[in-house]
């Protein structure tokens, strides 16, 4: 049984109609399972962190990082996909 | 999934410069020796360009995954003077130049180890690399060099001081032409540790395995920043326990890195090396987290004491953060890679003096001075006799790295661009050491009891 490989979306930017839409349409594209979202509004200011599952995905998380980034840059958003052992060790003991 | 740290990690990299300073490669080469220098060559630059073939595309496709900038690929070398002492016909910039080449081939952008240990004594290897270094580090573009000159178990080899001084100006001289950058790639240690990923003084010691990863971590940004948000109101007791909780979050993203390094290169984990190392970044310096602390500017009364409380609560956090912990380990403060040093030294706040009394309580020594081009080379010999003596008796490894600015004065500056930044040319006290230098033999090592 292969282990379930997770990794963390982070998206921030200014708040427009369909930033949802679009970073979740990316996820289905490239075969990403989103488990977990959570939301916020600051000052005009859109924070979302995602936890998605990308052991079926169809590119290497290296890859995806670069088509989300892309995809940040063209609707003016800050997008980081990072693997989640990265959070794991530097916030847990 | 706790958002707030997350995105304190994602702020970390992206509004505080926290990286990882490099993955460096350490490579035996004691396996190479051999009395023809056209082998003993050819296996070198054949053994580096096999085991360091996917060094640098490794660092990248982790810098990828973790979405962690890996700023430097680098490789240690056996001290050259081990192997290029079989070949006494040959010089040893033969060695120098496959360093270089074999550099350049596997792509990493320094390459350490062209050195010596030589704290007890000279060989005739020893002393023939010692005399090639000038030559050796102004015909190539990536090898650095360092000399360990004493030990707090040897004591100083006043020698090689006398030595280095004058290796040192003419290290310069030759690549006058360049800001003197050949300086810039020689280190003279005391206590130099084996395992050290930083360069310009990192060498594959004789007691290290064939190959090793070793990675150096840095993060003075994030450090900084940690302390302007505590405010004020923080006694030094709360800052010390910030720090330390800050470099154990550095030091456990290094941890990561190298044994994913390891695991990926299948070469054994060897060290996380958990300095704080400024670059001329805006806002990514050491004198910056001085001052947040409270000084006015880097280099007042009170930065000795500063400095000591920042190494140790760095050492405290990190070494809970890491399976193994090594190489130099604490708060670097090389000048010209410090824009709050660069600001202070150009002040005249922070001057050669005061640097040498930090050096007493931060993780190396004299690093990055750029001093007047006419300083005589019995006075740099002076300033590494008294770095040497600080870390001799004080069980602590110290280096020297001054850069002599070649027809520069003081007050004038010195530019090398990158990582090893610019800065002010630093007044040096011109009274003549010449004659105490010229006595060479040894200090002896210390006692070791008696600690008053």
């Not at chain 2, 190392?277 to 001052?291: F, H, K, M, Q, R």
């Not at chain 2, 600001?343 to 922070?350: D, F, K, N, P, V």
Request: hydrophobic share 45%; with cysteine; aromatic share 4%.
């Amino acid at each position: 049984m292969n282990k379930i490989e997770k990794a963390v979306i982070t998206v921030i930017g200014k708040d427009m109609v369909g930033i949802l839409a679009k970073v979740s349409n990316m996820c289905a594209e490239k075969g990403v399972n989103v488990l977990e979202v959570t939301q916020s509004i600051l000052q005009d200011m859109f924070v979302m962190v995602m936890l998605v599952d990308i052991t079926d995905a169809t590119d290497k998380i290296a890859d995806l990082a670069d088509a989300f980034d892309v995809l940040g840059k063209s609707a003016n958003l800050k997008i980081h996909v990072m693997h989640e052992d990265i959070f794991n060790s530097m916030h847990k003991i | 999934m706790n958002t707030n740290e997350i995105l304190e990690t994602i702020n970390m990299i992206d509004n505080e410069d926290l990286d990882v300073r490099t993955i460096t490669m350490g490579i035996s080469l004691l396996d190479c020796i051999d009395p023809d220098v056209e082998k003993a060559t050819q296996k070198i630059y054949d053994k580096i360009c096999r085991y360091a073939e996917n060094l640098v595309k490794t660092g990248e496709e982790i810098s990828r995954q973790y979405g962690i900038p890996i700023i430097n690929k680098r490789i240690s070398v056996t001290p050259i003077a081990m192997v290029s002492g079989a070949c006494p016909g040959a010089s040893p910039v033969r060695f120098a130049a496959t360093l270089d080449r074999a550099a350049k081939t596997v792509g990493v952008n320094f390459i350490g180890g062209y050195s010596a240990l030589v704290q007890k004594g000279f060989g005739p290897g020893d002393y023939a690399l010692i005399e090639s270094i000038p030559e050796a580090l102004s015909e190539t573009d990536f090898v650095c060099s360092s000399i360990n000159v004493g030990s707090t178990k040897a004591g100083i080899n006043m020698d090689a001081v006398a030595k280095m001084g004058k290796i040192v100006k003419k290290t310069a001289e030759l690549t006058a032409d360049r800001e003197c950058i050949g300086a810039a790639k020689l280190v003279v240690f005391c206590n130099a540790p084996e395992d050290n990923p930083f360069m310009a003084g990192a060498f594959h010691g004789p007691g290290e395995p064939d190959c090793v990863i070793n990675v150096g971590v840095s993060g003075p940004g994030v450090v900084r920043a940690a302390i302007q948000k505590s405010g004020g109101g923080c006694d030094l007791t709360q800052i010390a326990e910030l720090i330390k909780r800050t470099a154990f979050k550095i030091t456990r993203m290094g941890q990561l890195v190298a044994q994913e390094a390891s695991r990926r290169l299948c070469v054994p984990f060897g060290i996380v090396d958990l300095s704080l190392a400024p670059t001329p970044a805006i806002g990514d310096s050491v004198a910056y987290i001085l001052e947040g602390m409270g000084l006015e500017q880097c280099g007042a009364h009170g930065t000795t004491a500063a400095l000591a409380l920042l190494n140790d609560a760095v050492k405290k956090g990190g070494v809970m953060a890491s399976s193994s912990v090594g190489g130099l380990s604490g708060a670097f403060i090389p000048v010209t890679e410090d824009a709050g040093m660069i600001q202070a030294a150009r002040s005249g706040c922070l001057t050669l003096n005061k640097l040498e009394a930090m050096t007493a309580v931060c993780s190396v020594g004299l690093d990055m001075i750029a001093i007047p081009g006419d300083t005589p080379a019995e006075i740099i010999s002076g300033i590494i006799a008294d770095e040497a003596a600080i870390g001799m008796v004080n069980s602590k490894t110290t280096a020297v790295r001054v850069i002599p600015a070649v027809g520069k004065k003081a007050g004038e500056e010195l530019d090398f661009g990158g990582l090893l930044g610019s800065g002010p040319i630093m007044d040096v006290n011109p009274a003549s050491p010449k004659e105490f230098i010229g006595r060479g033999g040894k200090i002896p090592a210390p006692l070791q009891s008696l600690k008053n």
